[in-house]
């Protein structure tokens, strides 16, 4: 229609609109910024440019209705996890209007996008998505697209248990982040190559690389670096040295993030059980999802010995971990369990071998991929 029909037709239907092209370079702008901000760890105009959109979304359909739409998709990721129908439904209408942005804006939605898909654990999708956003990345010469694609594409990897693949993507991302003289990136980047050395049970490599950026004259306390210490000296049955590294740095706001949650456990295998409890009783008021509150019962269930509750937990434990791409701290905790079982363990208990028979099938199982 001719501009004197589309006035007439916007009238008509009392339609709220605003005929100013300009309005299209606010979401524009807004969505480059986001990106940056994102890139540079800025949380601060990250947390800004959210509030503002929540403000104005949907006050006025405008010319800017469709990078509108982009900008609140990127601005909540991540939430496939919170409303997945929703972000299906809010992907479609972005991708199916693909013409109306140009290369660059095309590779930030679906680098957002498939970071957003590494917690869908019913497909590839993340894998497509973050491949697409180096396409459009490498047309526009975003050097900051590419860089978090890589990086996440390797985060991906972690758990895919391609392993050679996802250390090649995060190192090549660590190049790019030096290119751009990002530092915090380049943390990124060495931490989760530490993940990668440690899934490969090359500990002493890891701790190397952990003490490498630690001593670097630029770095602030990492709590993430702190988490994988913690980790690998779980995983040395250093159970002394990770209780004491959770003591030492957790708060009351940190008190279940990343590993800190495995302190009870460590007690236990200590042997301490009351301190164990002291522990639970002070963490259980805090843990609020399913998966968090299934760790710390498991705990609960050793020290108490309730052997009936210990499969029903278990079997929780499994479930929410597949969720949540933690299937490596279900390891861990299995085997927590095992050994337990195996010092308590009576020979003529028969069912209790059996038991203790199919939960270690099962870790073999998880060992080796399948």
């Not at 751009?180 to 500990?203: P, V």
Request: charged share 30%; net charge neutral; aromatic share 12%.
């Amino acid at each position: 229609m001719n501009e004197d029909e589309f006035s007439r037709f916007v009238q008509y239907y009392r339609i709220d609109f605003d005929p100013n092209i300009l309005c299209i370079q606010k979401p524009k702008e807004q969505i480059r910024k986001f990106f940056d901000a994102l890139y540079e760890r800025n949380y601060s105009t990250m947390k800004k440019i959210r509030e503002d959109q929540a403000k104005t979304y949907g006050e006025r359909v405008n010319l800017g209705l469709f990078h509108n739409k982009l900008l609140s998709f990127i601005v909540s990721v991540p939430f496939f996890s919170e409303n997945q129908k929703k972000w299906k439904s809010d992907f479609e209408k972005i991708e199916i209007n693909k013409e109306v942005y140009d290369d660059y804006e095309l590779a930030i939605f679906y680098c957002m996008a498939g970071y957003d898909q590494i917690w869908n654990l019913k497909g590839q999708e993340a894998q497509v998505l973050l491949g697409e956003a180096l396409r459009y990345a490498r047309l526009s010469d975003s050097l900051k697209v590419e860089a978090l694609s890589l990086l996440w594409l390797g985060q991906f990897a972690i758990d895919e248990k391609n392993l050679f693949e996802g250390l090649r993507l995060t190192r090549k991302a660590k190049d790019l982040f030096f290119e751009s003289h990002q530092f915090n990136r380049i943390i990124d980047a060495e931490i989760q190559t530490a993940c990668f050395l440690e899934k490969m049970n090359q500990y002493a490599e890891a701790l190397s690389l952990l003490d490498r950026l630690e001593n670097s004259a630029k770095i602030k306390p990492n709590q993430e670096i702190v988490n994988q210490r913690i980790w690998i000296a779980f995983q040395q049955r250093e159970y002394e040295k990770a209780c004491r590294l959770i003591e030492e740095n957790r708060t009351p706001d940190t008190i279940l993030d990343g590993n800190f949650g495995l302190l009870p456990m460590g007690y236990f295998l200590l042997r301490k059980k009351e301190k164990a409890m002291e522990q639970l009783i002070v963490m259980l008021p805090y843990a609020k999802d399913p998966w968090t509150k299934a760790g710390l019962n498991l705990v609960v269930d050793l020290v108490r010995d309730r052997r009936k509750n210990i499969h029903r937990t278990l079997k929780t434990l499994k479930h929410q971990s597949e969720l949540r791409r933690k299937q490596d701290i279900y390891q861990f905790l299995l085997g927590c369990v095992i050994r337990s079982r195996q010092e308590s363990i009576q020979k003529a208990d028969l069912n209790a071998l059996r038991e203790l028979v199919e939960w270690q099938k099962e870790w073999i199982e998880i060992e080796s991929g399948h």
